[in-house]
T-cell receptor, first 114, second 116 residues
Framework: NAGVTQTPKFRILKIGQSMTLQCTQD?????MYWYRQDPGMGLKLIYY???????DKGEVPNGYNVSRSTTEDFPLRLELAAPSQTSVYFC?????????????FGPGTRLLVL | KNQVEQSPQSLIILEGKNCTLQ??????????LRWYKQDTGRGPVSLTI?????NTKSNRRYTATLDADTKQSSLHITASQLSDSASYIC???????????????FGKGTKLSVIP
């Protein structure tokens, strides 16, 4: 199993541009999550999904959108990039919810908005 | 407001030595506490998960303890190796009733450097 994969690894955007961060997992996990990690700060939940076709907002959803058309994929869309969105983005998955399940994280996408 | 505080912020130890990292939290209602290891430029990797009824859990050279009464946890690393150099993140899960949802609060992490 490749686990959780993310593309791209690094991207530079200009203010106002759009992009999609890709996330795929091959563990047949129902739950998927998007986090951002700012320097020196804890991870913050952006969006999560409990299964195909179902998504919900996390702690910091403004400026982002997600979709979950398949179990494997959970892309994160930035519509109008802003400097405040400069961060490292991590996708994660778990088989069930977070009662006692291990979360598996991808390697991250480093985004710089100039 | 749910908060997770970790100490120290950073730590340098000699290879072969032991160390203990601390985590204090004000998260409720408590569901579980997790420790992650995050290598530089990589995603976090789970080390341990402890529920309310568990007060210690080990994973190879890593031993986590939990005191739910004082809302404190520690991660003890035994016989440190150079590969232990990483950030260690404490994460506390709260259980929101009704919707059955869970909320994770991440600490800022302790950056450990193991030197030869």
């Amino acid at each position: 199993n490749a686990g959780v994969t993310q593309t791209p690894k690094f991207r530079i955007l200009k203010i106002g541009q759009s992009m999609t961060l890709q996330c795929t997992q091959d563990m047949n996990h129902n739950y998927m999550y998007w986090y951002r990690q700012d320097p020196g700060m804890g991870l913050k939940l952006i969006y999560y999904s409990v299964g195909a076709g179902i998504t919900d907002k996390g702690e910091v959803p403004n400026g982002y959108n997600v979709s979950r058309s398949t179990t494997e994929d959970f892309p994160l869309r930035l519509e109008l990039a802003a400097p405040s969105q400069t961060s490292v983005y991590f996708c994660a998955s778990s088989y069930r919810g977070l009662a006692s399940e291990t979360q598996y994280f991808g390697p991250g996408t480093r985004l710089l908005v100039l | 407001k749910n908060q997770v505080e970790q100490s120290p912020q950073s730590l340098i130890i000699l290879e072969g030595k032991n160390c203990t990292l601390q985590c204090n939290y004000t998260v409720s209602p408590f569901s579980n506490l997790r420790w992650y290891k995050q290598d530089t430029g990589r995603g976090p990797v789970s080390l341990t998960i402890m529920t309310f009824s568990e007060n210690t859990k080990s994973n190879r050279r890593y031993t986590a303890t939990l005191d739910a009464d004082t809302k404190q946890s520690s991660l003890h690393i035994t016989a440190s190796q150079l590969s232990d150099s990483a950030s260690y993140i404490c994460v506390v899960t709260a259980h929101r009733s009704g919707a059955g949802s869970y909320q994770l609060t991440f600490g800022k992490g302790t950056k450990l450097s193991v030197i030869p």
